[in-house]
T-cell receptor
Framework: DGGITQSPKYLFRKEGQNVTLSCEQN?????MYWYRQDPGQGLRLIYY???????QKGDIAEGYSVSREKKESFPLTVTSAQKNPTAFYLC??????????FGSGTRLTVV | QKEVEQDPGPLSVPEGAIVSLNCTYS??????FMWYRQYSRKGPELLMY????GNKEDGRFTAQVDKSSKYISLFIRDSQPSDSATYLC??????????FGAGTTVTVRA
């Protein structure tokens, strides 16, 4: 079955550490997105990519980085510059003229 | 002012009732409108996808879009306890970047 796979499901980060969240899709979608979800704030766009080897900052890109070397993969790195990284992270993909398909999310906690 | 406004609720209804959810928006360029359902600690699941003004029905779900008023609605008929979730409205223009409402938490009481 086609879909989006996010891993890991839970991730713990120590202060000053970089961590990478994985996102893989087999839907053959061109566009991929990373969102952050905090209680009461809805989803906020971190980065998005509409084609391979190209990506743009979203509304809250500071402290995050991404790469898009393959159509299927769009990993997100949460760097030590992100001061409040504890959140639920959601990856999504879409093709032109359709809704987004979301992964099941990664819950990141700072310890 | 947020681009998309959605009443966060919570909303509690008895089983079998009609659930009414709505969002307003400020960006007149939005053309594509969606409703997502999200269970606790899960990713959002697409329920309804509509383009421009009008109604769309799918089983117990009806989505309405009124672009002149910048207002969208989702109705759930014959609600079930399994409908208890957070419902998110979302929309985008030609840039395909989704803007979300904050979500409305719904509880259907058995």
């Amino acid at each position: 079955d086609g879909g989006i796979t996010q891993s890991p499901k839970y991730l713990f980060r120590k202060e000053g550490q970089n961590v990478t969240l994985s996102c893989e899709q087999n839907l053959n979608h061109d566009a991929m997105y990373w969102y952050r979800q905090d209680p009461g704030q809805g989803l906020r766009l971190i980065y998005y990519s509409q084609i391979v080897n190209d990506f743009q900052k979203g509304d809250i890109a500071e402290g995050y980085s991404v790469s898009r070397e393959k159509k299927e993969s769009f990993p997100l790195t949460v760097t030590s510059a992100q001061k409040n990284p504890t959140a639920f992270y959601l990856c999504a993909s879409s093709r032109q003229g359709s809704g987004y398909t979301f992964g099941s999310g990664t819950r990141l906690t700072v310890v | 002012q947020k681009e998309v406004e959605q009443d966060p609720g919570p909303l509690s209804v008895p089983e079998g009732a009609i659930v009414s959810l709505n969002c307003t928006y400020s960006n007149s360029a939005f053309q594509y409108f969606m409703w997502y359902r999200q269970y606790s600690r899960k990713g959002p699941e697409l329920l309804m996808y509509t383009y421009s003004s009008g109604n769309k029905e799918d089983g117990r779900f009806t989505a309405q879009v009124d672009k002149s008023s910048k207002y969208i609605s989702l109705f759930i008929r014959d609600s079930q306890p399994s409908d208890s979730a957070t419902y998110l409205c979302a929309m985008y223009s030609n840039d395909y970047k989704l803007s979300f409402g904050a979500g409305t938490t719904v509880t259907v009481r058995a």
